[in-house]
């Protein structure tokens, strides 16, 4: 039994939040590492999101587009597999089918949407710079542009670092407070006065509902205490060199 999750009472096509189980890599990537941005083997790397391709669209020549993600709230429309050659951007929206919109990460938000009826979908990478700089609301007005109703757009928060293992300053906190007081709601007091807990989902499902998605679901698994899962703050706290990134994607049928 592996981690890997789909949601198909939500979302009705071909997707999934994928753990780390299941691929060809070995060491510190061990072992379905989806991240050409890493020191991993790119044989390795290739092999794994072709395995990627599979576990999502059943097959492993499926074209799987993914970003050089940039923690922005920039919003790129897909119409074609643009290989190696990845935009600078931190979301993707299409109405084309039979093309993965891959998203990586490794304590930041996935999030997958879908407007069934439209036949439009998005996937974002939401970290906590993208999500205060509205890569939320950007994806929806795309999704819009692209024929959805906001109405009917759907959305999954897959695996991400929690509020209990995101320890930070209070001048982190600082950021957010000056950008909207109400934003507090999303910091616990940490273990002295000088830190935080923050947490990211709990912020990114705020921006969604804002955006007019009003259900949103939420996988509340936490990538840092999760072994099926790459985490870059804990590989960080083992003092390792370098992480994996665990996949999530979408694509419409064809």
Known sequence: ????????????????FLS???????????????GPGSDDDPDSVRENRRIAASLIAGRRDTPLVSLYQIHSNRVVSVSSDWDDDRPRADAMVTNHPGIILGILTADCTP?????????VIGAVHAGWQG???????????SMEAHGAARSNIVA??????????????????????????????FFMPGRDADHRQFNLPGLVENRLR?????????????????????????????????????????????
């Open 131 to 141: 999500a205060l700089a509205g890569v939320i609301e950007n994806t929806v007005a």
């Open 111 to 119: 999030v997958l949407f879908e407007d069934r009826g439209a036949g």
């Open 20 to 34: 780390n189980e299941g691929g060809m890599s070995v060491g510190l990537y061990d072992s379905l590492n989806c």
């Open 156 to 185: 999954a928060i897959g695996p991400t670092i929690q509020q209990e293992s995101y320890e930070v300053g209070s001048d982190f906190e600082a950021r957010f407070l000056d950008v909207d007081p109400q934003f507090s709601q």
């Open 210 to 254: 804002a955006a007019g998605v009003t259900r949103p679901h939420n996988c509340a698994i936490d990538t840092y205490a999760s072994e099926n899962h790459f985490s870059y703050r804990r590989t960080t706290h083992r003092g390792e060199a370098d992480y994996g990134r665990q996949l999530s994607g979408i694509m419409l049928a064809r």
């Open 1 to 16: 039994m592996t981690s890997h999750i789909t949601l198909p009472d939500l979302i009705s096509a071909p997707h999934g």
